[in-house]
């Protein structure tokens, strides 16, 4: 089998259409997903902070596409790293590049504050974007993992309004035991899924793809980076899996001028 790497090189040696776009056409557009920040994963931090530090200034816009953070308990939050990464992020958007983030399954819970203390815009999970002339659907990709019947049962209690009060308004500590509580659950609960259980269904990626008249799909959150290709209406379709970062590798993927790359910082 090809390297993803070879593939992109393949695929766009031909030229590209060039259509207008909100970003200039000589800017990069940057997408990451599934850092999983936490305290107990200090070199992360320091990948992600020196990737806001040097090589996202350099781009347009940046997408965090779910999971920045490993757990979430709300804004209000100042356990280290939190606020090294608001204040990084914070200095990115100020220097003028833009960044979006979609909330993931570990840190649903990132809201309005976070927002105001970084720039960040938060964005719909699913949501269209115009990629350099090519519509695009993001999304972290929790949704697709349609067969996982039980944490889709979760996901729809843990998304609504009631259940988002009835968390964040408990006090900070209640609010810790309660997220060691639910990891603690879900690591129980995973050991006894199987692969297949826990990846995306395709015939779901259609459904949604089709919704949105998209032909090209990025997301996270299954940590099998990959780039696949498939039809729909007998149009050539592709989803890009994004790979998540670990202390000793991490990957963006980089659009520009209508090609993209895998970079590994
Ligand atoms: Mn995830």
Redesign the pocket.
Known sequence: MRSRKSLCLARFNSPSKQLPTEHPLNKEILFIS?LHISLEKPEITRRFLSFLKDRAPKAAAVYIL??LFDAWIGDDDPTPPNNKIRKQLKHLTNSGTKVYLQQ???DFLLGNKFCEDTGVTLIDDYLVIDLLGTPTLLT???LLCSDDLPYQAFRTKSHTPEWRHYVLSKPLIIRLVMARWYRFRSYFHKRNKTQEIMDVNQGTVINVMREHHCLRLIH??THRPAIHDFEINGQPAQRFVLAAWTKDAAEILCWRNSTYQIESI
Do not use: S
């Open positions: 599934d779910g999971d993931g399954n570990r972290h990709g929790d996270g959150h």
